[in-house]
């Protein structure tokens, strides 16, 4: 079984230009969550939707920061503009469902914005 | 709100010595626990998780995890540590009133000396 998949896997681009970062869920998952992950930190949550309904955007900033996830099954996670604080590793992950499942993450998508 | 801390971001053990890594949760109801590693350029790949029942956690690769609430912890313990169990170990919590929402903690990065 394929896991969650992520593209690109590295990005590098100057502040001000726009970004995006797509993700595969594990087929038949409904929950999908963005995280971002800081230099030396662990994740955090950025968004989550359940099929296409994003349900938890609460840490998302939403002046830059948009996500999208139309049909229920992949995903793209869009920032414009990039700014230097935006450097980090973009995690997707997927469950089957909510309530404690057991989430499956993606290789990630390491940003470095100049 | 929920919270995990990590009191030790690097540890260092010698190969074949046993190794344990603390976390305390800080969360108000019954939590979900879990433990992932992230090796170097990888997405975080689940070793346990603690949901009910037995305080005594087995997991993937010869770890084990012990819930004790009345200190609000959940250390990670190996018996014998192999050379490529070098990497980053994060604990999380979440739970039922939290959705799926998993909170991480700032993660310790493990050493093995040969």
């Known amino acids: 079984e394929a896991g969650v998949v992520q593209s690109p896997r590295y990005k590098i681009i100057e502040k001000k230009q726009p970004v995006a970062f797509w993700c595969n869920p594990i087929s038949g998952h409904n929950t999908l969550y963005w995280y971002r992950q800081n230099l030396g930190q662990g994740p955090e949550l950025l968004i989550r939707?359940?099929?296409?309904?994003?349900?938890?955007d609460s840490q998302l900033p939403k002046d830059r920061f948009s996500a999208e996830r139309l049909k229920g099954v992949d995903s793209t996670l869009k920032i414009q503009p990039a700014e230097l604080g935006d450097s980090a590793v973009y995690l997707c992950?997927?469950?089957?469902?909510?309530?404690?499942?057991?989430?499956?993450f993606g290789p990630g998508t390491r940003l470095l914005v100049l | 709100a929920q919270s995990v801390t990590q009191p030790d971001i690097h540890i260092t053990v010698s190969e074949g010595a046993s190794l344990e890594l603390r976390c305390n949760y800080s969360?108000?109801?019954?939590?979900?626990l879990f433990w992932y590693v992230q090796s170097p350029g990888q997405g975080l790949q689940l070793l346990l998780k603690?949901?009910?029942?037995?305080?005594l956690v087995q997991g993937i690769k010869g770890f084990e995890a012990e819930f004790k609430r009345s200190q609000s912890s959940f250390n990670l313990r190996k018996p014998s540590v192999h050379w490529s169990d070098a990497a980053e170990y994060f604990c999380a919590v979440g739970g039922g009133n939290a959705g799926n929402m998993l909170t991480f903690g700032g993660g310790t990065r493990l050493m093995v000396k040969p």
């Open positions: 992950a997927s469950s089957q469902g909510q309530g404690g499942e057991t989430q499956y």
């Open positions: 603690y949901f009910s029942g037995d305080t």
């Open positions: 969360y108000g109801a019954t939590p979900y």
């Open positions: 939707y359940e099929n296409e309904e994003a349900v938890d």
